[in-house]
């Protein structure tokens, strides 16, 4: 049993580690706040002075935030729903023995370990380009005209990338999920002549629960701030522009570094409220 002299001893080992994780999360949000207040344009003579609140209503009243907060909740809808879906049906074959059951395993969750702008650029040049690309042969070759993915079906493409990237991720989470499933349920609901999709239904799917409720979450907080992809691929145009590409956009582009701040407070409180009422909804289930 820990004493009060190891306890404390553990606490001072750990304080330096938690006033560096502190510091890291802290300074940038401290840096974040104190521009958002303030005219601030490097090229364009510099600091200007204090402008209080003016930059979140110049952001806010800005035809381009609501349509921005609406692409990014599209993107991380659909991008749940797929990878969720997916991720379910994939763990479920995956768990069944098979020939080369390792290297298969391998093979699904390795688009996780490519980098977005690397996997936005296979997709924007092999896949999807509507000349060279291969779903450009594959609608060729049904007699079919090919589609300009990127300027004719924007955000459904980008959806397709990012579901890519995240799906190996869901995969794996459900995979050990169903694997931790005690096999005597299904063996007894099997013996009882319950036919498979039942047992999918009532068995399975009830045990994945929690498993899909930390997919959900932990895929929700990075999506939220989704860039590099569309970076690459579209450039925020053609309605892909997302609440992550706008701050850049006010920062970079328009050197703005006031504008960009209160931007990124906005996102900041957008992520809290989805993270929120995520919690309320579908985190019962870590309870349960």
């Given amino acids: 049993m820990a004493t009060q002299h190891s306890r404390s001893a553990a606490r001072l080992m750990m304080a330096p580690a938690v006033v560096l994780l502190l510091g890291w999360m802290l300074v940038p949000l401290t840096m974040t706040l104190y521009f958002s207040f303030k005219k601030y ?130 995969t794996l989470i459900l995979l050990t999920a169903i694997q931790s499933l005690d096999s005597e349920q299904l063996e007894a609901a099997e013996m009882d002549g319950a036919p498979p999709i039942k047992r999918f239904g009532y068995i399975t799917l009830p045990h994945l629960s929690r498993a899909i409720t930390v997919v959900i979450l932990i895929q929700t907080i990075f ?24 701050i850049f956009q006010r920062v970079l582009e328009s050197q703005n570094i006031g504008l960009g701040s209160a931007g990124g407070v906005y996102a900041i409180i957008l992520a809290n409220i989805v993270a929120i009422f995520l919690m309320r909804i579908v985190g019962k289930n870590l309870d349960a």
Wanted: proline share 5%; aromatic share 14%; glycine share 10%.
């Fill in 41 to 170: 344009l490097p090229l364009r003579g510099g600091d200007l002075g204090w402008v209080g609140f003016e930059n979140y209503t110049r952001f806010l009243t800005s035809s381009a935030f609501w349509p921005s907060v609406q692409t990014t909740l599209i993107i991380v809808g659909g991008v749940l729903a797929i990878t969720v879906i997916l991720g379910v049906l994939l763990a479920t074959l995956l768990n069944q023995p098979m020939w080369g059951q390792g290297a298969v395993r391998i093979l699904v969750i390795a688009p996780f370990f490519v980098m977005p702008t690397v996997s936005a650029l296979v997709w924007k040049n092999m896949f999807m380009d509507p000349n060279y690309g291969l779903l450009a042969h594959l609608w060729k070759l049904f007699g079919a005209t090919p589609i300009e993915w990127l300027s004719q079906a924007s955000l459904t493409s980008i959806i397709m990338i990012v579901s890519w990237q995240w799906l190996p991720f869901a």
């Fill in 223 to 246: 999506l939220l701030s989704i860039f590099a992809e569309i970076f690459v691929t579209t450039g925020g145009a053609f309605g892909t522009k997302t609440l992550s590409y706008l």
